[in-house]
């Protein structure tokens, strides 16, 4: 693991812990390798990952570029079916509770792509 010195709390709240033990172990130069294409992979640091390992989530690799295109392609979407909703709402002729509902379904599609790419899942059994 990288770093002499433990991490300490940040500015405004934080978000950091404050990591006072310090530990240390050999690896195999094959193991080394490992963890660093792992870590790359995921893009977070080797102690991050080994942090997050120990509580128990595998975090996911970096989406692709067609994950990227996709969340963009949703925001202007949204911003779309927004600038209708506010003229709806100033020429009073549109279907507001639809245009809603459709904006809460983009939503809720987001918030589902976000979860499959991105969030970590839970190893079965470490907590």
Not at 35 to 63: N, Q, W
């Amino acid at each position: 693991m990288s770093g002499d010195t433990p991490e300490t709390p940040g500015g405004k709240g934080g978000g950091y812990l404050n990591r006072t033990i310090k530990k240390q172990f050999w690896l195999s130069v094959e193991e080394d390798e490992l963890l660093k294409e792992k870590a790359g992979a995921v893009c977070l640091t080797e102690a991050a990952l080994i942090r997050m390992l120990i509580r128990g989530f595998a975090p996911k690799e970096k989406p692709g570029m067609e994950f990227y295109r996709s969340m963009h392609q949703i925001a202007v979407i949204g911003e779309n079916l927004n600038q209708i909703v506010r003229r709806a709402h100033t020429l009073g002729f549109v279907d507001v509770n639809r245009l809603n509902h459709e904006m809460e379904t983009l939503r809720a599609f987001r918030l589902a792509m976000e979860k499959k790419y991105l969030e970590p899942e839970e190893i079965a059994g470490w907590r």
